[in-house]
């Protein structure tokens, strides 16, 4: 069995609940954990002074793959920033490292989409932050739908059926994917369902992650029932 090595800000309570339920039989999961409550830029941008002191904790797991599972945490920075930390990471575990922004571009090349409709919890000045790192890494954003939610408890406690209302909302007819932003976002119950209502692949933070990170680990045989990305392993 793997070991999939994980950083999340010590608020998010959605991540561990979602990675551990797929990922029963294939890996265990270790998380470490980085100070953040609210999502906004003064606290993101602290965020990531203190990834490498638990890429290094996690290391002495023995892990195979290392996420840094926070998508605002690495773009907040700029728009290669998520380049810096997966260096930073793999330096210092010696395992392959993926952060959930550069997961994201991988997982919209991989699948073929170039107009994105975002769908972020976040508030306006963050949203634009990501629609740069989109746009930046050769994406359209063709639709944005945010909610304004700071406080990051708050984001866990949001209900799969308003993610999947916000998806509804954001314009996607005009898309060929829909990405669903925060790994603090509930969306695995979701996402197989809207792939067959809209007809075009949607990704969240957290299924992009996932799948990131069991492709480095090598689990080919990996195939949960979360979109079509998970057939591309």
């Not at 793997?2 to 890996?27: C, D, H, M, Q, W």
């Not at 944005?144 to 509804?168: C, P």
């Not at 898309?175 to 990704?203: K, M, Q, W």
């Not at 090598?218 to 998970?230: A, E, I, T």
Request: glycine share 8%; hydrophobic share 40%; aromatic share 6%.
């Amino acid at each position: 069995m793997k070991r999939f090595g994980v950083i999340i800000p010590s608020s998010n309570t959605t991540v561990e609940a979602e990675f551990n339920n797929i990922l029963s039989g294939y890996a265990s999961l270790h998380v470490g954990r980085i100070r953040l409550r609210n999502v906004n830029v003064g606290e993101l941008d602290r965020f990531a002074d203190d990834v490498s002191a638990e890429a290094e904790k996690l290391s002495d797991a023995g892990i195979d793959v290392l996420g840094l599972a926070c998508t605002s945490g690495s773009f907040v920075r700029g728009s290669r920033q998520y380049e810096e930390l997966e260096r930073l990471m793999t330096e210092i575990s010696s395992v392959p490292s993926i952060s959930t922004s550069g997961a994201v571009l991988r997982s919209l090349k991989q699948l073929g989409c170039r107009r994105i409709a975002l769908v972020t919890p976040y508030t306006q000045d963050v949203t634009k932050l990501e629609e740069r790192l989109l746009t930046d890494n050769g994406f359209e954003v063709v639709s944005t739908r945010y909610a304004s939610i700071v406080d990051n408890l708050v984001i866990g406690r949001v209900r799969e059926e308003e993610v999947s209302r916000m998806v509804l909302e954001s314009g996607w007819r005009d898309a060929d994917c829909v990405f669903i932003s925060c790994t603090n976002l509930r969306t695995f119950g979701i996402l197989h369902a809207l792939e067959n209502e809209l007809g075009i692949p949607v990704i969240s933070s957290n299924s992009a992650t996932l799948w990131d990170m069991a492709r480095r680990a090598g689990l080919k045989s990996f195939r949960p029932v979360l979109g079509r990305l998970f057939t591309m392993i």
